[in-house]
Nanobody, 119 residues
Framework: QVQLVESGGGLVQPGGSLRLSCSAS????????MGWFRQAPGKQRELVAS???????NYADSVKGRCTISRDNAKNTMYLQMSSLKPEDTAVYHC?????????????WGQGTQVTVSA
């Protein structure tokens, strides 16, 4: 079992910045990759950014150049630094961890943190 807890969301004006954090605990040694997803009202959950254990990153086209994903393995924490935020970035942001198990890869999710971009 992996437990994920997000923090850092909030209300920010357009053009502002936020840093989201995701703290992982439990069987973290089986994690092979982590990522941030977001879900806006009435829309499907979408990938924002991901990072593998080897440090390979991937970003959605909509956030490239504005977001940076990183991990601090010593703190078992993943971050998403977001800048130049737009109203369309408003969503609940969920932390994800892909973990190896005897049955294959299993996805764990955090409860989510709300990000609202509004003047």
């Amino acid at each position: 079992q992996v437990q994920l807890v997000e923090s850092g969301g909030g209300l920010v004006q357009p053009g502002g910045s936020l840093r989201l954090s995701c703290s992982a605990s439990g069987s973290i040694f089986n994690i092979i990759a982590m990522g941030w997803f977001r879900q806006a009202p009435g829309k499907q959950r979408e990938l924002v950014a991901s990072i593998t254990n080897g440090g390979t990153t991937n970003y959605a086209d909509s956030v490239k150049g504005r977001c940076t994903i990183s991990r601090d393995n010593a703190k078992n924490t993943m971050y998403l630094q977001m800048s130049s935020l737009k109203p369309e970035d408003t969503a609940v942001y969920h932390c994800n961890a892909a973990s190896n198990s005897s049955l294959g890869v299993y996805d764990y999710w955090g409860q989510g943190t709300q990000v609202t971009v509004s003047a």
